[in-house]
């Protein structure tokens, strides 16, 4: 069975997380799942149940707090979309990786000459009450400008996003970024890192609106995490537990992978350089010629 995305209001996230809480008292463990696997659109059902305890009712409030920030912040950045992609079951009870929350949401966010899609609940606080602060203090962006026609919809409408490569992908990394338990520390140590996701022809987006000179010859896709450094601020110091980094999402070609495969971390820094250089910087251009 296959975890089903919808549209959420930005009261609704909170509302259904409300009534998941009451029913869940922990999420199932995390297991691995298809790297490129996607969710199938469909409707909600959101059964009426108990009200929450203090606790959960607490963790709400922070939620709601949180994502009021991240709007805030976003709004200064383009114009954001009121409704989010969601899911009907939240993915991590039906054996995908753990967010901190069972919340598992991305934003639209629409500029001028491209469109940004950005995760929501990656910095939400752990349910679980294990965690301190806001989640993994980071939340994933990816922003382009090369999004088809059919797979984004006019300004209010956010659901034909679930179908673009960019969705796929980000909820890809996302979902690994999770799985790792966050890599903020990864981050502060490397400065950029680099991941490639397999299977690109078995996807449902991205076999299809990917270029080939960006699917390498195994059939994997490259992105860098963290840099180039966005042309906006993307530090959140105000966040309600602990600060929250925006982390950029940069997709890569095929022959830009193969340099960081041979050449490691003086290759992704090479490769951070070129693309300031060339005018790209963290935005993801599908038409662009490799840099390499």
Same mark, same amino acid.
């Given at each position: ?154 300004? @209010? ?15 890809? =990394? ?9 890599? =903020? ?29 960006? =699917? ?46 041979? @050449? @490691? @971390? ?27």
């Amino acid at each position: 069975m296959r975890a089903q995305t919808t549209l959420l209001s930005k009261d609704r996230p909170l509302n259904f997380l409300q009534k998941l809480l009451s029913i869940f008292n922990k999420p199932a463990p995390a297991k691995s799942v298809p790297p490129l696997a996607t969710p199938e659109p469909g409707p909600v059902d959101t059964p009426a149940h108990d009200q929450p305890s203090s606790a959960e009712q607490e963790l709400i409030a922070l939620m709601d707090a949180g994502a009021a920030c991240l709007e805030r912040h976003w709004q200064t950045i383009g114009t954001c979309e009121q409704d989010v992609l969601g899911f009907a079951i939240s993915p991590s009870f039906m054996g995908g990786p753990h967010w901190p929350s069972t919340r598992q949401a991305y934003r639209i966010v629409r500029r001028p000459n491209s469109i940004i899609l950005a995760t929501e609940g990656l910095s939400d606080p752990f349910d679980d009450g294990e965690g301190q602060g806001n989640g993994f203090e980071m939340e994933l962006f990816i922003e382009t400008p090369d999004i088809p026609a059919h797979a984004q919809g006019p300004q @209010g409408d956010v659901y034909p996003f679930a179908d673009s490569w960019a969705f796929e992908l980000l909820r890809c =990394v996302a979902n690994t970024v999770a799985d790792a338990g966050g890599y =903020v520390s990864r981050l502060e140590r490397y400065g950029v890192l680099s991941l490639e996701l397999p299977g690109v022809s078995q996807s449902r987006a991205m076999c299809e609106q990917l270029p080939e000179h960006f =699917v390498s010859n195994d059939d994997c896709v490259g992105v860098l995490i963290g840099g180039p450094t966005a042309s906006f601020p993307t530090y959140l110091p105000d966040m309600p537990l602990s600060p929250v980094t925006l982390v950029p999402v940069v997709v890569i070609t095929a022959s830009e992978l193969e340099y960081l495969r041979n @050449g @490691g @971390g003086p290759a992704r820094e090479d490769l951070v350089a070129r693309l300031n250089a060339s005018g790209l910087g963290h935005v993801s251009h599908l038409q662009r010629a490799s840099v390499i």
